[in-house]
């Protein structure tokens, strides 16, 4: 008697398009985690800002106390002779409104706005949506809505990279500023204990 032929086990059906079954959401995933990724960029950027703004306040708040007190400076270094202290005073007066000038210069240079020049054209960026498609609203939807996942990635990823390159150049910015005001600072101290020295 003939034996039936045993059967082969059944195959689950292959994609036509010649992609892998879970790779949309695969795709999906990545978009996420990329979303993810530029958030956190995005708020190391604010965190810059924020600190930008207290050396800033760090700075002016010497440099007020600094003014108030070139009065009995000036009144010191006019008298014959003038007293030691004022000579030194002086000096890290001045000393201390170069580094002042120089944290101030770095700070507002940090704060300044960047349009991504140099990053790729995207549909995700003011700057980009703003100069490529003006107030053509309707090309604008047009082309969002056709967008693939790829698209996406693509578009998340560019930004990814720029503002990272944003984040890093204000990072490193205001970590020079706070060094030019610790410089300052010293000198600020060295100014105001001369100045107390000063006859009243």
């Not at 994609?15 to 978009?31: C, M, V």
């Not at 002086?90 to 507002?108: H, K, P, R």
């Not at 300044?112 to 700057?127: Q, V």
């Not at 990072?171 to 101290?189: E, F, K, M, P």
Request: hydrophobic share 50%; charged share 15%; glycine share 8%.
């Amino acid at each position: 008697m003939a034996k039936k032929p045993a059967s082969n086990p059944t195959t689950p059906a292959q994609p036509t398009n010649g992609q892998p079954a879970g790779d949309p959401a695969e795709r999906k995933s990545s978009l996420d985690n990329c979303l993810k990724v530029l958030a956190g960029v995005q708020e190391q950027i604010r965190f810059a800002d924020t600190k930008a703004a207290f050396v800033f306040a760090i700075n002016t708040l010497m440099f007020g106390f600094v003014v108030s007190s070139v009065g009995a400076l000036k009144k010191a270094l006019a008298a014959s002779p003038a007293p030691a202290p004022a000579w030194v005073g002086l000096v890290a007066l001045i000393a201390f409104a170069l580094c002042s000038v120089v944290a101030v210069g770095m700070l507002i240079y940090a704060v300044m706005s960047r349009f991504g020049e140099k990053a790729p054209k995207c549909r995700i960026f003011f700057g980009h949506v703003a100069t490529q498609y003006g107030h053509d609203f309707e090309r604008y939807v047009t082309e969002l809505k056709g967008m693939s996942e790829d698209d996406w990635l693509r578009d998340v990823g560019t930004q990814i990279v720029e503002t990272s390159h944003i984040a890093l150049t204000k990072h490193r910015t205001v970590r020079a500023s706070a060094q030019a005001t610790v410089v300052g600072l010293v000198c600020w101290v060295v100014a105001v204990f001369c100045i107390s020295l000063l006859p009243g």
